[in-house]
């Protein structure tokens, strides 16, 4: 194909459209026509129709929406085999997570059970498997840990306290402790759900949600040494308390139980082998082999038969009781006490299944509703809680097997909840002989994923050097911090670099694109052309009280007119010359009361003569006068005291009228000078012949930094790009205010182009415009402003701009 192929050209004749015009053409609509007032607003939010009934309540009740019309045919058996799949999955996953919650293991069975069905009635993910969840575990855990340690459940012989710990009582506060984080976490996602406040999850970046589950496997990992090596160490909460638990383990490491040791590793050679053969196979099979679900069992077997726990002292799950316990109200006492754990779970939650559940709606063709997705994750929490589960959100591994084995809908989650309901009932005792380091084991393998995120770091160096520093800050402080303090330091963080972002953005000068009427950086391409006489300033991001001090000095460095010293500098020489001024009027006064000594003396001397000049505003003229000054031209002395110069002979007047003269400004008889011309400086002439008001008015319009000499400069207009501009505060009206008034001192025009509508609107609200601020400032295109400058100025000494001979003229209006 040839590279020289041009595109269409298009011709386009029309107006300079400024702000005002635009609005007339377009007949813009008023912010009354656009928003309805609240009195409007409130009768339509409280006026109830069949269809607004219908519409809010299949809203609130998603199921009702897809299961009239859900086919058996088709979805039927698809959604059986995938609800079986991911049952299966739910068992080990279940009961090993629960671990990391510090929880019996049939809580976590709990937990794969209620939260599922609540979901199913609201939830508006057809792929989502909700129940345990590796980072939640690790976080409720965190909080059972702190309020209910081994330390205060040791048993009491008497008065001794013995080693060992009341794991019954100790177990049941702990249920009580997460039921109650878990209920309280549910209430705030409903609130943020019922408020509308769906949007909080986008707070959370990719890069800070993978980071933060990487750094949460972490945790995970050192949670699970204790199963994996046989070993009790000390469990730690708060800040470093990682670091201080990955301290004890080392230090019981020559302590390792060798039989336990041995389980977990065999077990982990069997179960990274059996996942190795399962992903291979997998594109030929049409569902994957349940490779936990074998290795509980065959473990459970082993354990039973070989006597582990008995024989060889190996920790085992221990009892597990049959049935479903009854539901009761948690211990609100306790909501105090973990209201910061809670808000971190609802957070981390909702971020975590919103974002795998916009995947899947993306890739299958349907809408998640974000503020419905918040309701239905709160209910299955306050539910749950309430039947003593701990906090849920979607499992990565169990949706992803429940999309690829070819699930539909939530009916695979109703099937799966009861392959978990008839192991509770019927099972459950099965499993009790289960070695923890089984357990331990699953959860090891299964956080693959997340360490495999590390990779993260090499592709976020070479797309985003910030991102990759949102990345390790969210690491770190995670590892050090904690889950739930390591969550607000890394959102904070991330804010703070958008802040930054915005406050730094990049300033350019725009140039003209020969032949066309765009602009671009002149910087970064090469062929575009500054206009003459018209500088063209933009900014990367939106001004705002962050950065809009940073937008003026910015405008002053990229226009080169530092206006802050050039209006000081003017300022100091209208000072200067109101000083003056006053000098000259005390001198005038002292002058014209020796102007009146002098005509008393003059007239007390014999034979003297006095001669006057009369000096007018516009030149200086001598008139010789002989003889003696009238009384009544006396009385006009002080009338025009301060237009009046004497000159008085030095020399006795010889017969052919000449003499020497002499200027006195205020002087007196004996000829002292006092207001000689050698005592003004740069232009401190008084303008004679008129009052010192008209004086002082006059030589202040005559201060500009142009007759200063100080600067000069070639630039008549600045036009503001604010297409980037999304809104204004008040503190960049009164920038952009402040920069037209001190322009305008200077003689250099200000104008703005692309402003949206909205922004418009802010500046009418904001009162940014006025007498000598107006619409007319403002254009729909910078290309309009461009031709509005040239054409306003062409009578300036500045060049008139032409379009190179490549530039169409159809181009320009």
């Known amino acids: 194909m040839d590279s020289t192929i041009r595109f269409g050209k298009y011709k386009v004749e029309r107006e300079v459209l400024d702000e005002q015009r635009l609005e007339e053409v377009t007949h813009r609509k008023t912010y009354s026509d656009i928003r309805p007032s609240v009195t409007e607003w409130l009768k339509d939010s409280l006026r109830c129709t069949i269809p607004k009934l219908k519409r809010s309540v299949l809203s609130s009740f998603p199921v009702l929406y897809w299961l009239p019309k859900y086919s058996v045919w088709d979805y039927g058996m698809p959604d059986l085999i995938a609800g079986i799949s991911v049952g299966i999955m739910?068992?080990?996953?279940?009961?090993?997570?629960?671990?990391?919650?510090?929880?019996?293991?049939v809580f976590g069975l709990y937990t794969s059970f209620y939260p599922s069905l609540i979901y199913f009635a609201f939830g508006t993910s057809r792929h989502l498997s909700i129940g345990t969840f590796t980072v939640l575990s690790i976080m409720v855990g965190s909080v059972t840990e702190r309020l209910a340690p081994d330390m205060d459940f040791l048993i009491m012989n008497g008065t001794n306290i013995t080693g060992e710990v009341d794991i019954t009582a100790r177990d049941s506060y702990r249920v009580q402790v997460a039921a109650a984080t878990t209920v309280l976490a549910g209430l705030i996602q409903v609130v943020l759900g019922l408020v509308k406040f769906g949007f909080v999850g986008t707070y959370l970046s990719e890069p800070l949600v993978r980071a933060y589950t990487t750094a949460a496997a972490g945790h995970a990992v050192v949670a699970q040494l204790k199963n994996i090596f046989g070993v009790s160490?000390?469990?730690?909460?708060?800040?470093?308390?990682?670091?201080?638990?990955?301290?004890?383990?080392?230090?019981?490491?020559?302590?390792?139980?060798?039989?336990?040791?041995?389980?977990?590793?065999?077990?982990?050679v069997f179960l990274i082998a059996a996942k190795e053969l399962n992903s291979f196979l997998s594109p030929k099979l049409p569902v994957p082999i349940p490779v936990?679900?074998?290795?509980?069992?065959?473990?459970?077997?082993?354990?039973?038969?070989a006597h582990l726990k008995s024989n060889y002292t190996v920790s085992v799950v221990g009892e597990i009781p049959s049935g479903l316990s009854p539901p009761s109200v948690p211990d609100a006492s306790l909501f105090g006490e973990v209201i910061g754990e809670a808000f971190a779970l609802a957070i981390v939650g909702y971020a975590i299944g919103i974002s795998l559940g916009k995947t899947f709606a993306l890739k299958h063709g349907y809408k998640v509703d974000s503020n419905q997705e918040l309701v239905a994750l709160g209910l299955s929490n306050v539910v749950g809680g309430f039947f003593k589960c701990y906090s849920v959100c979607s499992s990565m591994s169990r949706s992803l097997i429940q999309e690829t084995t070819g699930g539909k809908t939530q009916m695979a989650g109703v099937v799966s909840s009861l392959i978990v309901l008839v192991t509770i009932l019927k099972l459950g005792p099965l499993f009790q002989e289960l070695p923890k380091a089984v357990l331990g084991v699953i959860v090891f393998v299964n956080l693959k994923g997340m360490f495999q995120q590390y990779s993260d770091i090499v592709t976020l160096w070479r797309s985003s050097k910030i991102d990759l520093v949102v990345w390790l800050v969210?690491?770190?402080?995670?590892?050090?911090?904690?889950?739930?303090?390591?969550?607000?330091?890394?959102?904070?963080?991330?804010?703070?670099?958008?802040?930054?972002?915005?406050?730094?953005?990049?300033?350019?000068?725009?140039?003209n694109v020969p032949g066309t009427e765009l602009y671009v950086d002149v910087e970064t391409h090469r062929e575009a052309r500054k206009i003459p006489g018209v500088t063209i300033f933009r900014s990367s991001a939106t001004v705002y009280f962050a950065n809009a001090e940073l937008y003026l000095e910015a405008l002053k460095e990229k226009s080169g007119l530092d206006i802050s010293k050039m209006l000081i500098y003017k300022r100091r020489q209208e000072a200067k010359q109101k000083r003056r001024e006053r000098r000259a009027e005390r001198r005038a006064k002292r002058r014209a009361k020796r102007e009146r000594q002098a005509q008393r003396a003059a007239k007390q001397l014999s034979g003297s003569v006095v001669f006057s000049v009369e000096l007018e505003p516009s030149s200086w003229k001598d008139t010789c006068i002989s003889g003696n000054v009238p009384d009544k031209e006396s009385q006009g002395w002080t009338e025009r005291e301060n237009g009046t110069v004497f000159v008085i002979p030095t020399a006795p007047?010889?017969?052919?009228?000449?003499?020497?003269?002499?200027?006195?400004?205020?002087?007196?008889?004996?000829?002292?000078?006092?207001?000689?011309?050698?005592?003004?400086?740069?232009?401190?002439?008084?303008?004679?012949?008129?009052?010192?008001?008209?004086t002082q008015s006059q030589d202040l319009e005559r201060v500009s930094l142009g007759s200063l000499g100080k600067w000069t400069w070639d630039i008549h207009s600045i036009i503001l790009d604010l297409s980037t501009t999304n809104f204004v505060d008040t503190v960049a009206i009164k920038t952009l205010k402040n920069i037209f008034q001190d322009f305008s001192e200077i003689d250099v025009d200000i104008y703005m182009a692309g402003c949206q509508a909205s922004v418009v609107e802010q500046f009418e609200l904001g009162g940014f415009f006025s007498q000598s601020i107006t619409k007319r400032h403002l254009f729909a295109s910078v290309h309009d402003a461009v031709l509005y400058c040239l054409d306003h100025h062409e009578t300036t000494s500045f060049p008139r701009y032409e379009p190179s001979e490549e530039m169409d003229s159809s181009t320009k209006p």
């Open 90 to 105: 739910h068992l080990p996953q279940g009961m090993a997570y629960a671990l990391l919650a510090s929880l019996p293991p």
């Open 233 to 268: 160490p000390t469990r730690f909460s708060g800040p470093l308390s990682l670091v201080y638990t990955l301290k004890d383990v080392c230090s019981l490491l020559p302590h390792t139980h060798l039989p336990t040791l041995v389980v977990s590793a065999v077990s982990m």
């Open 292 to 305: 936990e679900l074998i290795t509980i069992v065959t473990g459970t077997l082993i354990s039973k038969y």
């Open 474 to 511: 969210t690491w770190v402080s995670t590892l050090l911090l904690n889950l739930d303090l390591g969550l607000a330091a890394s959102v904070t963080f991330a804010l703070l670099t958008v802040i930054f972002r915005t406050q730094l953005p990049t300033y350019s000068v725009l140039g």
């Open 653 to 694: 007047r010889t017969s052919d009228c000449h003499c020497r003269w002499e200027y006195l400004k205020g002087g007196d008889p004996d000829g002292t000078s006092l207001g000689s011309m050698s005592e003004l400086h740069d232009s401190d002439t008084t303008t004679l012949g008129s009052s010192s008001d008209d």
